[in-house]
């Protein structure tokens, strides 16, 4: 079973430029979710979706970041402008239950 | 009060013996309780899930779970160096709908 699927892997770009993830779920995974690592930190939630319905996105900075999941499959996260303390690690996870598995993730780096 | 709190470490074992990675959460209507294993610069990885109180074993994995003391701890037995890596405690919230609250983590540096 192929696992979660995101790209780009790495992206640098400089402070006010905009930026997309892209996140390819588990196959048959309803919900995924969007998260930020912080060096030294653990994920902290942005964002998840339930098929193409938005459950919580109640930690999303809805000023500069957006997400969509248009036909509940794959989703985009974008942010516009980028701040440098937008460096971070995003990581999508999916789920057909409880328990979330990860994709590899996109590390960003705003310079 | 921090939702999950885990000891930040670094906790350092040597090869073979017993690691014990402690985390606590303070929301009683917490359900599902997860430890994720995190390489430096990989993403999480699912190695253990636990859903009531008890012990669950997996390989050299234990998850203990005390719902009455909010705590759920893993150990791993006869420590590895490929054990070395940051493990993360994550927390599901009765009718949060499945969000996964997550601790800062704790390094475990395991020597030869």
């Known amino acids: 079973e192929a696992g979660v699927a995101q790209s780009p892997r790495y992206k640098i770009i400089e402070k006010r430029q905009s930026v997309a993830f892209w996140c390819n779920p588990i196959?048959?995974?309803?919900?995924l979710y969007w998260y930020q690592q912080i060096l030294g930190q653990g994920p902290k939630l942005l964002i998840q979706?339930?098929?193409?319905?938005?459950?919580?996105d109640s930690q999303l900075p809805k000023d500069r970041f957006s997400a969509e999941r248009l036909k509940g499959v794959d989703s985009t996260l974008k942010i516009q402008p980028a701040k440098l303390e937008d460096s971070a690690v995003y990581l999508c996870?999916?789920?057909?239950?409880?328990?979330?598995?990860f994709g590899p993730g996109t590390r960003l780096t705003v310079t | 009060q921090k939702e999950v709190e885990q000891n930040s470490g670094p906790l350092s074992v040597p090869e073979g013996a017993i690691a014990s990675l402690n985390c606590t959460y303070s929301?009683?209507?917490?359900?599902?309780f997860f430890w994720y294993r995190q390489y430096s610069g990989k993403s999480p990885e699912l190695i253990m899930s636990?859903?009531?109180?008890g012990d669950k074993e997996d390989g050299r994995f234990t998850a203990q779970l005390n719902k009455a003391s909010q705590y759920v701890s893993l150990l791993i037995r006869d420590s590895q160096p490929s054990d070395s890596a940051t493990y993360l405690c994550?927390?599901?919230?009765?009718?949060?709908?499945?969000?996964?609250?997550f601790g800062q983590g704790t390094e475990l540096s395991v020597k030869p």
């Open positions: 996870a999916s789920t057909s239950t409880y328990e979330q598995y």
């Open positions: 196959s048959g995974h309803a919900t």
């Open positions: 979706f339930q098929n193409n319905g938005v459950v919580d």
């Open positions: 929301d009683r209507g917490s359900q599902s």
């Open positions: 636990i859903y009531s109180n």
């Open positions: 994550a927390v599901n919230i009765y009718n949060q709908g499945g969000k996964l609250i």
